[in-house]
């Protein structure tokens, strides 16, 4: 059973540029979430797709965005990048909407480097 | 917003030592969720715990979910080679607002030669 796949794996973009991140989940896996993660803040949610609805936000400004397909694939767009967005990105698919009950496995993310 | 404070920050044992890993909260989580993080790689998840005063083992991992909902902890006995790598803890809140997983800042475990 194939895992999550993100790519790109590695990107690197400059500032003032905008870049696509795409995300396959697990085969019926119908929720998709993304964090970003840095050294200084850690893992930070940045939202859940769920029937290709935003079901929830985390605390980042609205140059973050995503959507999810009928496929359930979920792609996130982060347009005119700052040198802080550098960061690895990473995908995570559950079975259904993230109540916690579901188990959240993850991809092995997208590496953005932002000069 | 929620912050999870993880620790030790990091941790420097020998093989076949015992490890300890806590995790609190100023806030109450439903579940708390333990995950492992190899280098290149997305965090797996090790352990799950959904009740208060839950004890859940995995092999040689242990977990407990706190009695009052703001704390867990994560054991591993007997340590090996293949258990370095960077430990987080994770927690979750159900109902309205839920705004995702809540990681802590990792645990770095170093197995000395």
């Known amino acids: 059973k194939a895992g999550v796949t993100q790519t790109p794996r590695y990107l690197i973009k400059t500032r003032g540029q905008q870049v696509t991140l795409s995300c396959s989940p697990i085969?019926?896996?119908?929720?998709v979430s993304w964090y970003q993660q840095t050294p200084g803040q850690g893992l930070q949610f940045l939202f859940e797709?769920?029937?290709?609805?935003?079901?929830n936000k985390g605390n980042f400004p609205g140059r973050f965005s995503g959507r999810q397909f009928s496929n359930s694939r979920s792609e996130m767009n982060v347009s005119t990048l700052e040198l802080g967005d550098s960061a690895l990105y990473l995908c995570?698919?559950?079975?259904?909407?993230?109540?916690?009950?579901?188990?959240?496995?993850f991809g092995a993310g997208s590496r953005l480097t932002v000069l | 917003g929620q912050q999870l404070n993880q620790s030790p920050q990091s941790m420097f044992i020998q093989e076949g030592e015992d490890v300890s890993m806590n995790c609190t909260s100023s806030?109450?989580?439903?579940?708390w969720l333990w995950y492992k993080q190899d280098p290149g790689e997305g965090p797996v998840l090790l352990i799950a715990?959904?009740?208060?005063?839950e004890l859940t083992s995995n092999g040689r991992l242990t977990a407990q979910f706190g009695i009052t909902r703001k704390d867990s902890f994560l054991n591993i006995s007997a340590s090996i080679p293949s258990d370095v790598g960077i430990y987080f803890c994770?927690?979750?809140?159900?109902?309205?607002?839920?705004?995702?997983?809540?990681f802590g800042k990792g645990t770095h475990l170093i197995i000395q030669p």
């Open positions: 797709y769920f029937s290709e609805t935003q079901r």
């Open positions: 806030s109450i989580f439903n579940t």
């Open positions: 715990l959904y009740k208060a005063g």
């Open positions: 085969s019926g896996h119908r929720s």
């Open positions: 994770a927690g979750h809140r159900t109902g309205g607002g839920a705004d995702g997983l809540t």
């Open positions: 995570a698919s559950s079975l259904g909407w993230f109540s916690g009950a579901n188990v959240l496995t």
